[in-house]
């Protein structure tokens, strides 16, 4: 790992002297004795906070936290070197996995090295283009609810909560595609598995941020309630893992043309010798739902934040779209998405600022 750190710093920091450098040979803010930079960290600004201390300190810094070192990149091109070297030379923070599996999303996300792999082959089965195809006619209906509920608001001037939808209609879809079930959280709020979903996700954020793992020693009562809802989201997994068993039991062409990704994992996980549990399926099931949710909703929500700042830009995706799609609001057809290189462009550039 140090051999890894010090080739990244060599990329990074081009002008540098050669050889091999240590973390404290970075550039970054000044901390004081004991806390390091905890103070000058503010809550809700963490990204800010990062983003100053990048245009100070350049594309690699520093800092601390009470006795931990911490390592900043913004270059676009050593992120990606970095998380291709992952799970060999990096790894994932091991706080991050144990918070996550202790909220019992234990898969992709908190596995390593050797178990990462296994799993990682599991989990390639679930997101291959022919699950996301065979599950598109439901990412269509999913999308034209939304379309239907922003058009019915426009036509009697209310307003909308733009967040709140973009949350509600990708955490349809990431259910519907990790779990198979359509609990249409856009229309019917407090769902109880959205509200547990919705629970665990602020509770291992804020776990996360919070210095001692008190919960360890002693247990408050939102402790016990995360504990509860962790069990609650496990049994319904389970029911939904027997409900795409029983779909295949009907229809066993659907253990080698999945329609979504449950099916996909339990079709992996039943086949001889394959040596993963129906925990290893739930546990990824809940992963994709962590991992597509809110990462999806904030990045259109951002592009629809700055798309109408440059109204040329706008102007060209609008057309774009008009010219593909014709009178239809949504596209039905994958291929039609594959031809949007406008649009395309306009979400990586939304994403990259
Ligand atoms: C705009 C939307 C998305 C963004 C910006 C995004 C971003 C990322 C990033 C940066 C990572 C690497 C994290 C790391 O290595 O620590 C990652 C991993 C991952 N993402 Fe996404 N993601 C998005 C959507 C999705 C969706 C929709 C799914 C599934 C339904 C998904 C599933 C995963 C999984 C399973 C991993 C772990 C891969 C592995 O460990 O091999 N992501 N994503």
Redesign the pocket.
Known sequence: MADKISMVLDRAQQGAPAGPRSIADLPGPQGAPLLGNLRQIQPGRFHRNMEDWGREFGPMFRFTMMKRSFVAVSRRDTIASI?RD?PDAFR?STRTARMLEEAGTR???T?EGEE?RRQ?KL?MRA?TPEVVQRFFPTLVMMTERLCLRWKAALAAGREVDMLRDLKAW?LDV?IG??MGQDINTLEHEDNPLQRDIEFIFKRVARRLTTPVEYWKVFKLPVDREADAAAARIHSAIDGFIAQARARMAADPSLRSKPSN?LEALVAARDEAGSGFSDAVVAG?AI???F???D??S???AWLLNLLPQSPAVMARAAGEADSLLGQDSVARNPHLLEQMDYLDAATREA?RL
């Open positions: 998380l992952r994932r898969g992709l996300f596995a990462w990682r989990a997101l990708t990431t595609l990790a990704m990824n992963t994709m739902v991992a597509g949710e990462t999806t904030n990045s259109v994403m």
